[in-house]
Antibody, heavy 118, light 106 residues
Framework: EVQLVQSGAEVKKPGESLTISCQIS????????MGWVRQMPGKGLEWMGL????????RYSPSFQGQVTMSVDRSISTAYLHWSSLKASDTAIYYC???????????WGQGTLVTVSS | DIQMTQSPSTLSASVGDRVTITCRAS??????LAWYQQKPGKTPQVLIY???TLESGVPSRFSGSGSGTEFTLTISSLQPDDFATYYC????????FGQGTKVEIK
């Protein structure tokens, strides 16, 4: 069974750094693109970017380029999303999701709630 | 960037109703379109991909149609479990989601 398990909820202050994770099982990590999607409170879904774990090739949405960094650790089949300096506007649920053929997102992780507040 | 616009934003319907949601692209995306369902507090789930292909395990009351710039998601007979928010997403050029359509109980 394909599973994506994300790290737990985080509460941070503005200016702090943060890395959240997404560990997969049930498929070959290095064979499929992985995407990240943001959902701000009460809002819709926004594509942030993709990473190919096989070679760490990344594609960022222009809206998120320079704001976050995606990476992977192939040894533990885990993808990461990193912020170097959080803002209050980064408060959201962040989902990781596999792309079966570099197309739609399926399946999704359970989401990580990030709250940034002073 | 390709923009995706869904209509309506909110839809009130009753169990048993036939429901149609429209998704329009700012330029052609061919058939590279998916539909997702998201229930409150839950993870999005893909219903349909490539505009009209039903994901395995999704009830046959869901169907998708369209190509180019106009697409529809139809629920033939709305069930209690279907009250949720639905999103379209193009993957022809980069990836873009529509703003969502909330299906509410009438």
């Amino acid at each position: 069974e394909v599973q994506l398990v994300q790290s737990g909820a985080e509460v941070k202050k503005p200016g702090e750094s943060l890395t959240i994770s997404c560990q997969i099982s049930g498929y070959i990590f290095t064979s499929y693109w992985m995407g990240w999607v943001r959902q701000m409170p009460g809002k819709g879904l926004e594509w942030m970017g993709l990473i190919f774990p096989g070679d760490s090739d990344t594609r960022y949405s222009p809206s998120f380029q320079g704001q976050v960094t995606m990476s992977v650790d192939r040894s533990i089949s885990t993808a990461y999303l990193h912020w170097s300096s959080l803002k209050a506007s980064d408060t959201a649920i962040y989902y990781c999701a596999r792309l079966p053929n570099q197309d739609y997102f399926d399946p999704w992780g359970q989401g990580t709630l990030v709250t940034v507040s002073s | 960037d390709i923009q995706m616009t869904q209509s309506p934003s909110t839809l009130s319907a009753s169990v048993g109703d036939r429901v149609t949601i429209t998704c329009r692209a700012s330029r052609s995306v061919g058939s590279w379109l998916a539909w997702y369902q998201q229930k409150p507090g839950k993870t999005p789930q893909v219903l349909i991909y490539k505009a009209s292909t039903l994901e395995s395990g999704v009830p046959s009351r869901f169907s998708g149609s369209g190509s180019g710039t106009e697409f529809t998601l139809t629920i033939s007979s709305l069930q209690p479990d279907d009250f949720a928010t639905y999103y379209c997403q193009q993957y022809y050029s980069s990836w873009t989601f529509g703003q969502g359509t909330k299906v509410e109980i009438k």
